[in-house]
C-alpha cells in the first residue's frame, strides 16, 4: 500500500505507524451490507464514505447470509457485486462480508474504520450489527437518505403505485389515488402488507418519506467535467429505471465506444407512453442520480426528447448514438427516434450480453410476492423495537 504525501504533515491519529515523515497512511473505509436492488442511497451511502477517506472498500453479504437473516435478497450474489463495482466511490468489492462487521474483517482488509447510514441494521435475533467495532470506536455514520429504501421500491411495483411520477402541483404528493387505496384496504382485509406505503408503515427508516431532489444532489453525484479536445462523445437515451445490470452491461459497452458517455433520460411521461402501466418504477428525478453514479457515465440530459434531433446532436458533438436490444418504439407509433442519427451514419445497435430489464425484476418481485412482503414486515418491526429502545435510552441519559 503506497504512503502519500499531503501538505507535508502526518494524520495525526496518534498510532506511530502511521507518522512516517511528511507521510501519511492510505485511509481505507470498510462499508458493508446487502445491496440488493442497488438504488441511489446506496450510491450516496458510499459516497459519504469516500469523502471520509482515500479508499472505499465494499463488503456484500452472500446469499446464504442474507436470507437466514431477512429472507431472500431480490438479486443474486454475483449481480450484487457487478452492481456495486460499477458505483463510482467504490474502489474495491469483497464478497462473503459477515452479517455483524468484526473487527477481523477490518483487520483482514487493512481498513480503519467502518462506515454505515444512521438506521439500524439486526441480525435475525435482533442484535445490531455493528456493535462490535462500536464499541471498538472504529465506526463512523453517515446520513441515510430519506425518501428511498429498497422495501419502498419493491412497494412500488407491488402495489403498482402512480404518484411517484406525478407532475405539476402534485408532484411531491404523497397521498395515494383512490382506485389504490380500495386496492390497499383489499389488501388490509386479507392481510397483505402496504410494502411501506402508507400511514401503517411506521418504522422511522423503511417507511415512505418523499425524496426531495435537490440541485445540489446533482452536484454532489456529477464529476463536473466537460469532454477534452478531441474526445470521441457517445449517447444513448431511456428510461433506465430501475438501474440494473443490463443497463450496467450497456453502458460499460457503450462507454468503450468513445472517450466521453453521455446519457439522455426520458421525463415520466415519455416513458409511461412507452412501457405503460406503473412505468417508470423510479420518477425523473431519481433516475438521474442512478444513472450519474455509474462509473462509466460522464454526463446526463435530464428530460432528453424522444427523438434524437439534429439540434442534439450538434449541440453535445455526438459522434456515436447507440441503443440496445430492447424494442424502439415508434414516437406517434410512425417516426424512427434514432432517424436522424441514422441518416449521418453514427448509429449502432449494442449487445450487451445481458437479457436483464426492468420488467423482469418486477416479474421476479411479483413471483415472491409473500415472501418479500413477510420479509420486509418482520424487518419493520424489528427497526420499530429498535427505534423505540433508542429513543428510551436518550430519555434516560437525559434524564441522568
Given at each position: 500500500?503506497?504512503?502519500?504525501?499531503?501538505?507535508?504533515?502526518?494524520?495525526?491519529?496518534?498510532?506511530?505507524?502511521?507518522?512516517?515523515?511528511?507521510?501519511?497512511?492510505?485511509?481505507?473505509?470498510?462499508?458493508?451490507?446487502?445491496?440488493?436492488?442497488?438504488?441511489?442511497?446506496?450510491?450516496?451511502?458510499?459516497?459519504?464514505?469516500?469523502?471520509l477517506g482515500d479508499k472505499v472498500i465494499v463488503g456484500i453479504h452472500t446469499d446464504?447470509?442474507?436470507?437466514?437473516?431477512?429472507?431472500?435478497?431480490?438479486?443474486?450474489?454475483?449481480?450484487?457485486?457487478?452492481?456495486?463495482?460499477?458505483?463510482?466511490?467504490?474502489d474495491e468489492v469483497v464478497l462473503g462480508a459477515p452479517y455483524v462487521t468484526t473487527?477481523?474483517?477490518?483487520?483482514?482488509?487493512?481498513?480503519?474504520?467502518?462506515?454505515?447510514?444512521?438506521?439500524?441494521?439486526?441480525?435475525?435475533?435482533?442484535?445490531?450489527?455493528?456493535?462490535?467495532?462500536?464499541?471498538?470506536?472504529?465506526?463512523?455514520?453517515?446520513?441515510?437518505?430519506?425518501?428511498?429504501?429498497?422495501?419502498?421500491?419493491?412497494?412500488?411495483?407491488?402495489?403498482?403505485?402512480?404518484?411517484?411520477?406525478?407532475?405539476?402541483?402534485?408532484?411531491?404528493?404523497?397521498?395515494?389515488?383512490?382506485?389504490?387505496?380500495?386496492?390497499?384496504?383489499?389488501?388490509?382485509?386479507?392481510?397483505?402488507?402496504?410494502?411501506?406505503?402508507?400511514?401503517?408503515?411506521?418504522?422511522?427508516?423503511?417507511?415512505?418519506?418523499?425524496?426531495?431532489?435537490?440541485?445540489?444532489?446533482?452536484?454532489?453525484?456529477?464529476?463536473?467535467?466537460?469532454?477534452?479536445?478531441?474526445?470521441?462523445?457517445?449517447?444513448?437515451?431511456?428510461?433506465?429505471?430501475?438501474?440494473?445490470?443490463?443497463?450496467?452491461?450497456?453502458?460499460?459497452?457503450?462507454?468503450?465506444?468513445?472517450?466521453?458517455?453521455?446519457?439522455?433520460?426520458?421525463?415520466?411521461?415519455?416513458?409511461?407512453?412507452?412501457?405503460?402501466?406503473?412505468?417508470p418504477i423510479m420518477n425523473l428525478h431519481e433516475r438521474v442520480l442512478s444513472v450519474?453514479?455509474?462509473?462509466?457515465?460522464?454526463?446526463?440530459?435530464?428530460?432528453?426528447?424522444?427523438?434524437?434531433?439534429?439540434?442534439?446532436?450538434?449541440?453535445?458533438?455526438?459522434?456515436?448514438?447507440?441503443?440496445?436490444?430492447?424494442?424502439?418504439?415508434?414516437?406517434?407509433?410512425?417516426?424512427?427516434?434514432?432517424?436522424?442519427?441514422?441518416?449521418?451514419?453514427?448509429?449502432?445497435?449494442?449487445?450487451?450480453?445481458?437479457?436483464?430489464?426492468?420488467?423482469?425484476?418486477?416479474?421476479?418481485?411479483?413471483?415472491?410476492?409473500?415472501?418479500?412482503?413477510?420479509?420486509?414486515?418482520?424487518?419493520?418491526?424489528?427497526?420499530?423495537?429498535?427505534?423505540?429502545?433508542?429513543?428510551?435510552?436518550?430519555?434516560?441519559?437525559?434524564?441522568?
Open positions: 500500500m503506497s504512503d502519500k504525501l499531503v501538505n507535508g504533515t502526518c494524520n495525526g491519529n496518534g498510532d506511530a505507524s502511521n507518522k512516517c515523515n511528511g507521510t501519511r497512511k492510505e485511509v481505507r473505509v470498510w462499508c458493508d451490507g446487502c445491496y440488493d436492488m442497488v438504488h441511489f442511497g446506496h450510491a450516496n451511502s458510499l459516497r459519504q464514505a469516500k469523502a446464504e447470509e442474507i436470507t437466514k437473516h431477512k429472507g431472500p435478497p431480490v438479486f443474486t450474489e454475483e449481480e450484487r457485486v457487478k452492481m456495486v463495482k460499477g458505483i463510482k466511490w467504490v473487527l477481523e474483517v477490518l483487520d483482514q482488509n487493512n481498513c480503519d474504520f467502518c462506515v454505515h447510514g444512521d438506521d439500524i441494521t439486526m441480525t435475525a435475533e435482533g442484535v445490531d450489527t455493528y456493535h462490535l467495532v462500536k464499541s471498538a470506536n472504529r465506526y463512523k455514520e453517515v446520513k441515510r437518505t430519506a425518501g428511498v429504501s429498497t422495501t419502498d421500491l419493491v412497494g412500488r411495483m407491488l402495489l403498482l403505485t402512480r404518484n411517484h411520477f406525478r407532475q405539476g402541483s402534485a408532484e411531491y404528493d404523497i397521498e395515494k389515488e383512490e382506485k389504490l387505496l380500495k386496492i390497499q384496504q383489499l389488501q388490509s382485509r386479507l392481510g397483505s402488507s402496504n410494502m411501506g406505503q402508507d400511514s401503517t408503515a411506521k418504522s422511522p427508516w423503511t417507511g415512505c418519506s418523499q425524496f426531495l431532489p435537490t440541485t445540489q444532489k446533482i452536484i454532489q453525484f456529477s464529476d463536473g467535467k466537460s469532454p477534452n479536445p478531441g474526445d470521441k462523445i457517445v449517447y444513448v437515451a431511456g428510461a433506465f429505471d430501475l438501474f440494473h445490470v443490463g443497463h450496467l452491461d450497456f453502458l460499460e459497452k457503450a462507454s468503450k465506444l468513445g472517450d466521453y458517455l453521455i446519457v439522455g433520460l426520458h421525463t415520466d411521461p415519455v416513458v409511461n407512453s412507452y412501457k405503460g402501466s406503473n412505468y450519474l453514479a455509474c462509473k462509466f457515465v460522464n454526463e446526463v440530459v435530464i428530460g432528453a426528447p424522444y427523438c434524437v434531433t439534429e439540434e442534439l446532436l450538434d449541440h453535445f458533438k455526438i459522434d456515436v448514438v447507440c441503443h440496445g436490444r430492447t424494442p424502439i418504439s415508434l414516437e406517434d407509433g410512425k417516426i424512427d427516434p434514432y432517424a436522424v442519427p441514422k441518416t449521418r451514419a453514427i448509429f449502432e445497435l449494442l449487445d450487451s450480453g445481458n437479457d436483464m430489464t426492468t420488467e423482469r425484476i418486477v416479474e421476479r418481485i411479483i413471483s415472491h410476492r409473500l415472501e418479500y412482503e413477510r420479509r420486509n414486515q418482520a424487518k419493520e418491526k424489528k427497526e420499530i423495537e429498535a427505534f423505540e429502545a433508542l429513543q428510551r435510552q436518550k430519555q434516560t441519559q437525559k434524564a441522568g
